[in-house]
């Protein structure tokens, strides 16, 4: 069997009082049940899915494609686009897998019935998720195993897991993975042409704007009655979160770690060289001008959501700047 564990620990909090005691959370929850769908029914499963209409994920709409694309045969193009997808894609599953988790953990401790009715809905959403993302990957081409960057993701999902206040859960999730994931959902589905992804990508960002919305309610709400100290804690715990995003994967790829990058072997199969791909790719990375035009999808996303619910302050403010995490 391949999996991993992780020991986490939260208190559960019963509630005994079941009147709206957050209106807008309950009014969520309402809008929630009725924009369920099926991932089995709901997606024109009955298309067929062409290659050469899937586009590559792991590219930005409107820039140039690389050297090291370009120079392959249109076919060689093809099946390069479909296996980066593919590899792109599965990175994701892996990540809804562990909102799916961290859902359920939510449904335990948030203090509210509002949000703990609203949080029960998401765990379906983050199920049907890992439904629909698999069963796509599989007609597409594998799933692959987590790639260095999402290492990151991993480790941000780890520490949501085994956080010891609420408030760092919703933030970590609702406001920053989740805001995270609908801009890039969003992205992608400009990039592709094929008809079954496009509506993938459709229904799970209709879902995570809900996320979000989630997150934005209730810490906006809540962030104003905590503690300093536990307040400076949560800054805190935001800044790490986006910063283990934004760069432990190659933090980490400096200091030395020997990554197992599945893209390697794809590069192999394609006939691309794996190591002049990747200076290719770090030398265009490196132009400031270049990494401006492109998405970001901490910058534009999360941080907007981080500065609304009150966790960028003067304290704060610099070191998102001083990194380019800034909006």
């Given at each position: 069997m391949n999996f991993d564990t992780i020991d986490t620990t939260v208190k559960a909090l019963w509630r005994y009082d079941y009147d709206t005691n957050i209106k807008?959370?309950?009014?969520?929850?309402?809008?929630?049940?009725?924009?369920?769908?099926?991932?089995?029914?709901?997606i024109p499963w009955h298309l067929k899915t062409d290659p050469a209409e899937v586009?590559?994920?792991m590219s930005d709409p409107g820039v140039e494609p690389f050297d090291f694309v370009k120079a392959l045969s249109?076919?060689?193009?093809?099946?390069?686009?479909?296996?980066?997808?593919?590899?792109?894609?599965?990175?994701?599953?892996?990540?809804?897998?562990?909102a799916m988790m961290l859902c359920g953990q939510l449904v335990e401790v948030v203090p509210d019935i509002d949000g703990k009715l609203y949080a029960s809905t998401q765990v379906i959403d983050e199920a049907r998720h890992v439904e629909v993302f698999h069963t796509y990957i599989k007609r597409l081409d594998k799933i692959y195993p987590p790639m260095p960057g999402l290492t990151a993701l991993m480790a941000l999902i780890n520490a949501v897991l085994t956080a010891d206040l609420w408030q760092m859960k919703c933030v970590g999730m609702q406001v920053i993975a989740e805001?995270?994931?609908?801009?890039?959902?969003?992205?992608?589905?400009?990039?592709?042409?094929d008809e079954v992804l496009k509506k993938?990508?459709?229904?799970?960002?209709?879902?995570?704007?809900?996320?979000?919305?989630?997150g934005l309610i209730y810490m906006k709400d809540e962030i104003p009655k905590m503690n300093e100290p536990d307040r400076d804690r949560l800054e805190d715990f935001a800044w790490t979160?986006?910063?283990i995003l934004a760069t432990n994967g190659l933090m980490e790829q400096k200091q030395g770690k020997k990554w197992v990058d599945p893209l390697e072997q794809i590069y192999a199969?394609?006939?691309?060289?794996?190591?002049?791909?990747?200076?290719?790719?770090?030398?265009?990375?490196?132009?400031?001008?270049?990494?401006?035009?492109?998405p970001n999808p901490f910058r534009d996303n999360a941080f907007p959501q981080l500065e609304r619910i009150g966790l960028i302050t003067d304290r704060t403010r610099s070191k998102y700047?001083?990194?380019?995490?800034a909006g």
């Open positions: 807008a959370l309950r009014d969520l929850y309402e809008v929630a049940k009725k924009e369920q769908w099926n991932a089995a029914t709901d586009g590559d994920m249109t076919e060689k193009q093809i099946e390069l686009s479909k296996k980066r997808s593919a590899h792109m894609l599965s990175n994701f599953l892996h990540g809804e897998q562990g805001s995270i994931a609908m801009g890039s959902f969003k992205k992608m589905k400009e990039i592709t042409d993938v990508f459709e229904l799970t960002a209709q879902d995570e704007a809900r996320h979000v919305s989630y979160a986006m910063t199969e394609v006939g691309v060289d794996y190591d002049k791909a990747n200076s290719e790719i770090a030398s265009r990375m490196s132009d400031p001008e270049a990494l401006k035009s492109q700047v001083e990194v380019g995490l």
